[in-house]
Nanobody, 122 residues
C-alpha cells in the first residue's frame, strides 16, 4: 500500500517560514520524481515545485521561485518543501505528489498525499 504523509503545515505570519515534509512508504521512492501542489479555496490545484529522482534537478512555479526550495532524502524516502518569505496568497492546502513531469499538472501525478493546511496571516 502506497502512502504519502505530509507534515509541517500550520499558521504562520506573513514573512515567516515553514518546512513541509512528506514521508512515503510502499513506493519505490528512487524511481519517482516528487513534487508539491497546492489548492487555495475556490481555486484549482496547481503545481508548486518538483524534483527529479536523484535530486539534481528542480522546477518551480513562477509564483514561488526564489522563496521555496524543494529537496529530497532518498535514504529516508522523504521530500521536503522549505517555504520562506511567505505571503497571504500562499495560503492553501499543500499536497505531496509522486510522478514524473509533474510541472505539466495534476494529470501527471501517480500518487497523492492527503494534504496539509498552510495558512499565512497578515
Amino acid at each position: 500500500q502506497v502512502q504519502l504523509i505530509e507534515s509541517g503545515g500550520g499558521l504562520v505570519q506573513a514573512g515567516g517560514s515553514l518546512r513541509l515534509s512528506c514521508i512515503t512508504s510502499g513506493l519505490s521512492f528512487r524511481s519517482y520524481g516528487m513534487g508539491w501542489f497546492r489548492q487555495a479555496p475556490g481555486k484549482e490545484q496547481v503545481f508548486v515545485g518538483g524534483i527529479n529522482w536523484s535530486g539534481d534537478s528542480t522546477d518551480y512555479a513562477d509564483s514561488v521561485k526564489g522563496r521555496f526550495t524543494i529537496s529530497r532524502d532518498n535514504a529516508k524516502n522523504t521530500v521536503y518543501l522549505l517555504m520562506n518569505s511567505l505571503k497571504a496568497e500562499d495560503t492553501a492546502i499543500y499536497y505531496c505528489a509522486a510522478g514524473n513531469s509533474l510541472s505539466r499538472g495534476p494529470a501527471y501525478v501517480e500518487w497523492w498525499g492527503q494534504g496539509t493546511q498552510v495558512t499565512v496571516s497578515t
